[in-house]
């Protein structure tokens, strides 16, 4: 299926597909997502189909305003309002429990549903056309790289797809932040464009962070899309690198005649890199977290087509302000490991 230009005869063909049960291709600002009509439980299922996404992992419901959280939601409580009314629209998911006529196919057969307005003018007009919710999870095949241009959906699902619309390359680049607040706490399940930092000057309280050892880590991952282990991952091997490791890792991948693209953050570490005999390829990467952000699944897609032997990542900085890129690269790549 080729990408159209979102234009008001393009959006009315959207809805009109949605509303016969078909899959349409959207930008947000995070990224593409594959949409379906929230409210139809065979719609919804096309999408898993299309993915090969399994059946009891959930997906967020796009709404067209604050206002249509009571269509889905339970209970709405007063943390839910306080961050929907400053980060509405815009790349936060709120996870809340769910009305009983929410569709189980689109909570996974969960007892809570993920609820998110959009910010991307395209994706918008098409839910306020729609004049529903509509099921979007990203446009690419299950665990691999999100899309965030209109020809990479192209790519990655082809024909699946009834409607892809074109409208532009997204602005964020990542995956939107995912805030539990169906239990007695908030929970950041998924970081984000919006930190939690800001999520927790908002509602004056700690939120609670899911970590890798934690016993309620695995109970709690399919509450929200993202969080297997390996997610947004290249079909290339990928490896993440120290800055200071750099140089060593590309001996070692060359002594073993390995075809090789680094994803380099720059500084010193990249231009100590040998490019003999054409078995590297290097994209250097925005040095500030929202340029590396927006570049970040582009740039793995293009490495990840060239057929290497393997893809380095050079580790970005391990700070708070980095914690999405670095959630993101952790889940796609594994870790450098010399040889002995």
């Known amino acids: ?9 393009a959006i009315e063909y959207a809805v009109k597909l949605l509303r016969q049960g078909r899959l349409v291709a959207f930008p947000t600002e995070t990224v593409y997502g594959l949409g379906a009509d929230a409210s139809n439980p065979e719609a919804v299922r096309r999408i898993f189909k299309a993915k090969g996404r399994p059946v009891d992992h959930p997906l967020i419901v796009h ?34 429990n769910k009305n009983p006529d929410v569709p189980l196919a689109v909570t996974g057969g969960q ?11 395209v994706a918008l007009r098409l839910l306020q056309a729609f004049g529903g919710g509509i099921a979007a999870p990203s446009a690419n095949r299950f665990c691999r790289i999100s899309p965030t241009q209109a020809a990479h959906v192209e790519e990655e699902l082809g024909d699946t797809v009834d409607l892809i619309l074109d409208g532009g390359a997204c602005q964020v680049g990542v995956e939107s932040t995912i805030v539990d607040l169906s239990g007695n706490q908030p929970r950041l399940l998924r970081p984000g464009h919006i930190t939690r930092l800001e999520i927790e000057a908002v509602l004056q309280t700690e939120l609670l962070v899911n970590s890798p050892q934690s016993d309620q880590t695995m109970s709690l991952e399919l509450r929200a899309p993202g969080m297997m282990a390996v997610h ?9 690198c120290p800055s200071d490791r750099l140089p060593e890792a590309i001996g070692e991948l060359s002594l073993q005649i390995k075809k090789v693209g680094i994803l380099a953050l720059g500084g010193d570490a990249i231009n100590r890199v040998s490019t003999e005999n054409g078995l590297i390829r290097i994209i250097r990467m925005p040095e500030q977290v929202e340029g590396y952000a927006q570049a970040l699944y582009a740039s793995l897609r293009e490495l990840d087509n060239l057929h290497l032997d393997m893809i380095l990542v050079e580790q970005p900085p391990r700070t708070e302000a980095w914690r ?3 959630d993101r690269l952790c889940k796609a790549a594994s870790f450098y490991q010399p040889l002995i």
């Open 63 to 96: 709404i067209a305003c604050v206002n249509s959280i009571n269509d889905w939601a339970l209970t709405v409580p007063e943390a839910a309002l306080q961050l929907a009314n400053r980060f509405w629209p815009g790349p936060l998911a709120l996870i809340l």
């Open 324 to 326: 999405t890129i670095n």
């Open 232 to 240: 947004y991952a290249p079909v290339t091997q990928a490896m993440l």
């Open 111 to 121: 007892d809570t549903v993920g609820l998110r307005v959009p910010a991307h003018p």
């Open 1 to 9: 299926m080729k990408p159209i230009f979102a234009d008001d005869a």
